[in-house]
């Protein structure tokens, strides 16, 4: 799977949109970006994945570049609740199918 | 509520002993995956069924096993148990196990090892 680059932490004020960023310069053709969070030691919970397009869905959007090398998760109006961790993966290569590789992560600290 | 189920939650043992985490998957799910997260390793993938058959193997060791029933629940069995087994332990569940999909997680066994 293709490596990812994400700062180690970031801050957000409450009711702010939260823009995480996530390089990917070594991306394939065929690999999705995913994103997950963890609160707290709980188990990861899926955001949203895209391919090529930008995405969005009930808890975020993602936007992918064009050449597919970098992307940010935003997420419009951060609360409390969205302090956790959050994971870029790349994955989808033949050798790696479905199983997701996680690196370090973003902590997101969402203040009041 | 991701569907998951894993148990139990919280398990302590004693270095030498083996134990055994259980997983049901999603509805529907016929691909099921374990992780362990450790303060030092962060989430690292261990293994994935499809459907009662061995589809990938990461960084697991030899003294765990694990393995998918015809139900398709999965149990993850730890044996000869050291202090550094100590760790959470994930589950996770996917419709076919094919790229593209969203995994979903269990909420955790953790696994104390004194």
């Known amino acids: 799977d293709a490596k990812t680059t994400q700062p180690p932490s970031m801050d957000c004020a409450e009711g702010r949109a939260a823009n995480l960023p996530c390089n990917h310069s070594?991306?394939?053709?065929?690999?999705?970006v995913y994103w997950y969070r963890q609160i707290h030691s709980q188990g990861p919970q899926y955001i949203i994945h895209?391919?090529?397009n930008n995405e969005t869905n009930e808890m975020a959007s993602l936007i992918i570049t064009e050449d597919r090398k970098s992307s940010t998760l935003i997420l419009p109006h951060a609360t409390l609740r969205d302090t956790a961790v959050y994971y870029c993966?790349?994955?989808?290569?033949?050798?790696?199918?479905?199983?997701?590789?996680f690196g370090e992560g973003t902590q997101l600290t969402v203040n009041p | 509520d991701s569907g998951v189920t894993q148990t139990p939650k919280h398990l302590i043992t004693a270095t030498g002993q083996r134990v055994t985490l259980r997983c049901s998957p999603r509805s529907g799910d016929l691909s099921v995956y374990w992780y362990q997260q450790s303060l030092d390793q962060g989430l690292q993938f261990l293994i994935q069924?499809?459907?009662?058959?061995?589809?990938a193997k990461g960084n697991i060791l030899e003294r765990f096993s694990a393995q998918q029933f015809p139900d398709l629940h999965s149990e993850l069995n730890l044996s000869s148990l050291e202090l550094g087994d100590s760790a959470l332990y994930f589950c996770?569940?996917?419709?076919?196990?094919?790229?593209?999909?969203?995994?979903?997680f269990g909420s955790g066994t953790q696994l104390s090892v004194l």
């Open positions: 996770a569940s996917s419709v076919g196990g094919f790229k593209g999909e969203k995994l979903f």
């Open positions: 895209g391919l090529k």
């Open positions: 993966i790349v994955s989808g290569r033949e050798t790696s199918g479905s199983r997701l590789t």
């Open positions: 069924y499809y459907n009662g058959e061995e589809r």
């Open positions: 070594t991306i394939s053709g065929n690999e999705y």
